[in-house]
């Protein structure tokens, strides 16, 4: 009697668990599963805004394999993200390294070089193209006062991908300096005072002390920072709408036109897909590589 009294108070513990996750559950299901569900339900569809949704199948992938348009995007978005993650990396392990010694008005300086981070997307991309225009933008005017020729700057299909690139770098440069100057904060100082006893400089600490320590933290930088480049979207749309041409065009670009341009929403749901299947698999080479890093050191 007492064992039966023991598991039924036991199930109804467990019960009243379950009325607190619930809603939790509900939340995930309706925001993530269900429209990712749905997503891939209308990729199987052929369907245009306003006309009827016919099943095809795979034919709407078939479709992205043959589509040279859209075949173009994939280099051009790993193109943008390689620049938009390198750079960032580089300049912010260098303004951890300089923002991690002391100084007068330390404090000062770091909010100011982190304040880009607080603004919107769309704000600094409106700035940015009164910046690069050919003629009347300052980014020119001042190239010309040290001798160096004006650039195009995103009016030309060459220099387009990197200027984009460069508007990233300027915005997020600041989080990559957080996450590495958080990493420094934590490291011990026994190594540091070892290696000044063996009369090692400054570099020689930063390549076989300081660079392997942060490591694991510089690839939480990365990961976050590769997915984040992958799907941006309102730098580039703002600043240059994919042109000039298609010279600009990610995968974000193409999917947005083939949505809501050409209102081809079925042929649009498999782009998701397929970005989905590039971002989960960027993802989880970097997590590899960040575990392999973290049982190495």
């Given at each position: 009697?007492?064992?039966?009294?023991?598991?039924?108070?036991?199930?109804?513990?467990?019960?009243?668990?379950?009325?607190?996750?619930?809603?939790?559950?509900?939340?995930?299901?309706?925001?993530?599963?269900?429209?990712?569900?749905?997503?891939?339900?209308?990729?199987?569809?052929?369907?245009?805004?306003?006309?009827?949704?016919?099943?095809?199948?795979?034919?709407?992938?078939?479709?992205?394999?043959?589509?040279?348009?859209?075949?173009?995007?994939?280099?051009?978005?790993?193109?943008?993200?390689?620049?938009?993650?390198?750079?960032?990396?580089?300049?912010?392990?260098?303004?951890a390294e300089v923002f991690h010694q002391k100084f007068p008005l330390r404090g000062l300086v770091r909010g100011i070089y982190i304040a880009p981070m607080m603004?919107?997307?769309?704000?600094?991309?409106?700035?940015?193209?009164?910046?690069?225009?050919?003629?009347?933008?300052?980014?020119?005017?001042?190239?010309?006062?040290?001798?160096?020729?004006?650039?195009?700057?995103?009016?030309?299909?060459?220099?387009?991908?990197?200027?984009?690139?460069?508007?990233?770098?300027?915005?997020?440069?600041?989080?990559?300096?957080?996450?590495?100057?958080?990493?420094?904060?934590?490291?011990?100082?026994?190594?540091?005072?070892?290696?000044?006893?063996?009369?090692?400089?400054?570099?020689?600490?930063?390549?076989?002390?300081?660079?392997?320590?942060?490591?694991?933290?510089?690839?939480?930088?990365?990961?976050?920072?590769?997915?984040?480049?992958?799907?941006?979207?309102?730098?580039?749309y703002v600043i240059s709408q994919g042109g000039p041409g298609t010279a600009s065009e990610t995968i974000n670009i193409f999917l947005y036109l083939q949505a809501?341009?050409?209102?081809?929403?079925?042929?649009?749901?498999?782009?998701?897909?397929?970005?989905?299947?590039?971002?989960?698999?960027?993802a989880i080479i970097l997590l590899v590589a960040r575990e392999r890093l973290r049982w190495n050191r």
């Amino acid at each position: 009697m007492a064992l039966a009294s023991h598991r039924k108070k036991g199930y109804s513990r467990q019960n009243a668990y379950l009325w607190f996750i619930a809603p939790a559950v509900l939340a995930i299901f309706a925001v993530i599963v269900f429209p990712w569900v749905y997503t891939l339900w209308m990729s199987l569809h052929d369907w245009q805004i306003g006309g009827k949704s016919e099943f095809v199948g795979i034919e709407n992938f078939v479709k992205l394999a043959t589509d040279a348009r859209f075949l173009s995007t994939i280099p051009r978005t790993l193109y943008f993200t390689l620049l938009s993650v390198l750079l960032p990396v580089v300049l912010g392990v260098f303004a951890a390294e300089v923002f991690h010694q002391k100084f007068p008005l330390r404090g000062l300086v770091r909010g100011i070089y982190i304040a880009p981070m607080m603004a919107t997307p769309v704000a600094i991309a409106l700035v940015f193209t009164m910046m690069f225009h050919p003629q009347l933008g300052v980014l020119n005017y001042f190239l010309t006062l040290v001798g160096i020729p004006k650039s195009l700057w995103v009016y030309s299909a060459d220099t387009v991908i990197p200027t984009l690139a460069l508007v990233e770098v300027w915005q997020w440069t600041p989080l990559v300096m957080l996450i590495v100057l958080g990493a420094l904060a934590s490291l011990p100082t026994e190594p540091y005072e070892s290696a000044l006893i063996d009369g090692a400089n400054q570099w020689q600490m930063f390549r076989y002390i300081t660079f392997p320590l942060i490591l694991p933290f510089l690839m939480i930088a990365v990961i976050i920072r590769t997915i984040d480049a992958l799907k941006s979207f309102d730098i580039i749309y703002v600043i240059s709408q994919g042109g000039p041409g298609t010279a600009s065009e990610t995968i974000n670009i193409f999917l947005y036109l083939q949505a809501f341009s050409f209102l081809r929403i079925g042929h649009a749901s498999a782009v998701v897909v397929v970005f989905f299947v590039i971002i989960l698999a960027l993802a989880i080479i970097l997590l590899v590589a960040r575990e392999r890093l973290r049982w190495n050191r």
